[in-house]
């Protein structure tokens, strides 16, 4: 059975950080590509940064780029989202995702939408206050 478990959500300043896990079972990590997505009360599901444990390729969306950074741990299972900077725009509830990497065509170019992605783990809240 696929599980993806999202932890590290908190309450923090605006200019602070923190640090997101996802810990995965039940399938190869290798073999998937792992999304973080975030939404906001009122707003839509939207993609943050995905990453492909295979080849490393790594996507972020433009209101996060320079400021977060996804990385995974294969032995561990566990995909982690760093985040900096953090601005009251980035309180949402985090999700993260995963698919396998082939139903993306072994690219990132649509990892940041939510249509193909397989499984879903429950979310992690993130309040940043200003």
């Known amino acids: 059975e696929v599980q993806l478990q999202a932890s590290g959500g908190g309450l923090v300043q605006a200019g602070g950080s923190l640090r997101l896990s996802c810990a995965a079972s039940?399938?190869?990590?290798?073999?998937?590509?792992i999304g973080w997505f975030r939404q906001a009360p009122g707003k839509e599901r939207e993609g943050v940064s995905c990453?492909?444990?295979?080849?490393?390729?790594?996507y972020y969306a433009d209101s996060v780029r320079g400021r977060f950074t996804i990385s995974s741990d294969n032995a561990k299972n566990t995909l982690y989202l760093q985040m900096n900077s953090l601005k009251p725009d980035d309180t949402a509830v985090y999700y993260c995702?995963?698919?396998?990497?082939?139903?993306?065509?072994?690219?990132?170019?649509?990892?940041?939408?939510?249509?193909?992605?397989?499984?879903w783990g429950q979310g992690t809240l993130v309040t940043v206050s200003s």
């Open positions: 990453i492909s444990s295979s080849d490393g390729m790594t």
């Open positions: 995702a995963a698919v396998p990497y082939y139903k993306l065509g072994y690219t990132l170019g649509v990892c940041g939408q939510r249509r193909p992605y397989d499984y």
């Open positions: 039940g399938f190869n990590f290798d073999d998937y590509a």
